[in-house]
């Protein structure tokens, strides 16, 4: 019939018996607790290690940021300075020019 489904079969289910069996079985299989902040030791050796992947993407993002601009690379330095330049005249110069009126 079309109501009745067959029963989903249950797996036994495999408990040690003691912590300590728990604490084995997990070293053994590699797994560790979960929500525990990783030491910093390993991570900084994983990046040192990886340190030529690391700076060929950091590389290939500026090249590709640039690569349609007249001056490519070397607009990375002027772009800055204009931006700077532009924010002090329009917050330096014209808002302080504003503010007198009030």
Same mark, same amino acid.
């Given at each position: 019939?079309?109501?009745?489904?067959?029963?989903?079969?249950?797996?036994?289910?495999?408990?040690?018996?003691?912590? $300590? *069996?728990?604490?084995? !079985?997990?070293?053994?299989? @590699?797994?560790?607790?979960?929500? #525990?902040?990783? %030491?910093?030791?390993?991570?900084?050796?994983?990046?040192?290690?990886?340190?030529?992947?690391?700076?060929?993407?950091?590389?290939?993002?500026?090249?590709?940021? $640039? *690569?349609?601009?007249? !001056?490519?690379?070397?607009? @990375?330095?002027?772009?800055?300075? #204009?931006?700077? %330049?532009?924010?002090?005249?329009?917050?330096?110069?014209?808002?302080?020019?504003?503010?007198?009126?009030?």
């Amino acid at each position: 019939m079309l109501g009745e489904m067959d029963p989903v079969p249950q797996l036994p289910q495999a408990s040690p018996s003691s912590a $300590n *069996q728990a604490k084995a !079985l997990a070293e053994r299989h @590699g797994l560790r607790r979960l929500g #525990l902040r990783p %030491a910093l030791g390993p991570n900084v050796l994983q990046l040192w290690r990886r340190r030529d992947c690391t700076w060929a993407l950091a590389t290939s993002d500026a090249y590709g940021k $640039n *690569q349609g601009s007249y !001056l490519g690379q070397l607009w @990375g330095v002027p772009k800055p300075l #204009l931006q700077v %330049a532009v924010f002090w005249v329009v917050f330096g110069g014209l808002m302080a020019a504003s503010s007198w009126v009030i």
